[in-house]
């Protein structure tokens, strides 16, 4: 039986895109140290997404943009992600654990686990690929807009981020739905009115 696990990395931060994740393991090549990718340094998560890549039987990344983001809100901008993920792994599995509560609608059965990534191999490693593909799309955002500090904070609302945003106001990458990006877009109208 071929089981996938699918989990986003994303939902918080005020910029960039949310990014899932699928990941089928090769029961033959166990790596050893998977975990919920919030748990592992940065080097230990290059690694493992390195021997994911590697080892897996299947592996996909999927995002949804800033416009989704914007348009369907963070939750449903989730789940697209993590569809996306699972139309574009390359085979179908016979089934489908997705961290969390809520599941995608998918043409295959699926499970919601909470806490799933720190439970499930499979989960663990489609967590540690979307938490690694989004932060290297954070650095090169930094690239860009190096002020913002997105190679730091990769665009959670830390102090250091709201500052920015209050100061220079949001770029093209920062969700105009969400209230600290709104709320300095509503102080740079008053600021010019």
């Known amino acids: 039986m071929l ?10 931060p005020l910029a960039g895109p949310v990014v899932a994740a699928c990941v089928i393991l090769d029961p033959a090549r166990p790596i050893d140290g998977l975990a919920d990718s919030k748990k592992l340094t940065a080097a230990r998560r290059e690694y493992l ?41 390359g085979c179908v599995p016979d089934e489908v654990l997705v961290d969390g509560n809520r599941c995608p609608q998918l043409s295959v059965p699926s499970r919601a686990i909470v806490r799933g990534d720190a439970l499930i191999p499979a989960i663990s490693a489609a967590s540690i690929l979307a938490k690694t593909v989004r932060d290297a ?7 860009q807009h190096p002020e913002y500090g997105f190679d730091r904070h990769k665009g959670y609302p830390t102090a250091i981020h709201v500052a920015a945003l209050q100061r220079l106001g949001p770029t093209p990458h920062h969700r105009r739905s969400f209230a600290p990006v709104r709320d300095a877009i509503e102080r740079a109208a008053r600021q010019n009115f």
């Open 3 to 12: 089981s996938a696990g699918v989990d986003e990395a994303g939902r918080g």
């Open 49 to 89: 997404a390195a021997r994911i890549r590697e080892c897996a039987l299947a592996w996909s990344v999927a995002e949804a943009d800033v416009e989704e983001i914007d348009r369907l809100n963070i939750f449903h901008a989730t789940l697209l992600a993590m569809r996306r993920a699972v139309e574009s792994l």
């Open 137 to 143: 799309g954070m650095i090169r955002m930094h690239e």
